[in-house]
């Protein structure tokens, strides 16, 4: 990386459209690593957009949604650049028996016109429960990493209009169980974790490797134009087996590509030049 490629966003305001404190997660290592001024916005109801707690269901993709808020975070704050997150949760990809959470960071430069995605995915702290009785609750809390976690409740079903949020104490948790116990037309209360980025610190975690991964792309600039982003879009599999020669599914090259002056290089992976026989569908069907 040269101090060129340190430069390019040097002074630059970079639009952060958030409700939920995403701004002090990724501040420091943005502006430490670009040398960019992250302009927070909170001009929008981004809830809008789609809520975890399924009163509003989010229309599009995740990158969809990332882009939307990028483009309001620059027409609210008058900033070339915008930078949006997007979570989403659901079952891990392995073998759906964990609760799972992919994180998009995506940045806009309308200047440059590229776009950037950083991503991370990991198990989440993302459990729900119907509970009766205050003690079932409590037990169910414990497993969620209340407090630090906040919890969400609502009586007798997961989709009951009302909802009590960001429960972050004791005292809160029990009041808000009893409001809606007694509401509850079958005598029991749903309880969840705030999936929002403020209340869940497992979450967070995955924001900020998302981020680094974002960074990491932007410190990466295309050696024939120098626009930031530079990174592999394509894996190429069919590294051979060690044993029997077969051609496995592990990458053995990548393909890089620069989208504003077209540069698109094929690059071998840095890896041995023989798949171990574990990863081979032959060897070990």
Not at 58 to 68: E, I, T
Not at 175 to 201: I, M, Q, W, Y
Not at 245 to 254: C, D, I
Request: proline share 7%; with cysteine.
């Amino acid at each position: 990386m040269s101090a060129a490629q340190q430069l390019v966003y040097q002074g630059r305001q970079v639009a952060l459209l958030t409700q939920h404190g995403k701004q002090d997660l990724v501040r420091r290592p943005l502006e430490a690593a670009l040398g960019c001024h992250l302009v927070h916005t909170d001009g929008y109801d981004t809830d809008q957009l789609g809520t975890f707690t399924r009163e509003l269901t989010r229309a599009g993709s995740q990158l969809d949604a990332a882009r939307k808020k990028a483009a309001m975070g620059m027409a609210l704050t008058g900033a070339s650049v915008g930078l949006a997150s997007e979570g989403s949760f659901g079952p891990d990809p392995f073998g759906a028996f964990m609760p799972w959470n992919t994180e998009l960071m995506l940045w806009v430069d309308r200047l440059s016109g590229i776009e950037v995605t950083g991503f991370a995915h990991g198990p989440a702290r993302s459990l729900h429960k119907m509970v009766q009785t205050p003690q079932a609750l409590e037990r169910f809390a414990q497993e969620a990493g209340f407090p630090e976690h906040h919890l969400v409740l609502r009586p007798e079903s997961p989709e009951h209009a009302d909802v009590v949020k960001g429960i972050r104490g004791t005292d809160a948790l029990m009041k808000a169980f009893h409001v809606a116990h007694a509401k509850s037309s079958n005598g029991t209360v749903f309880a969840e974790n705030d999936l929002r980025a403020f209340g869940n610190p497992t979450r967070q975690k995955m924001v900020l490797k998302a981020t680094e991964d974002l960074m990491q792309k932007l410190l990466c600039a295309c050696p024939r134009c120098a626009t930031p982003g530079y990174w592999p879009s394509q894996h190429i599999s069919g590294l051979p087996c060690r044993d029997c020669g077969s051609l496995t599914r592990v990458t053995k090259a990548q393909i890089w590509v620069c989208k504003p002056c077209g540069l698109n290089e094929q690059g071998a992976v840095n890896t041995p030049p023989w798949a171990d026989p574990a990863r081979c569908d032959f060897c070990n069907p």
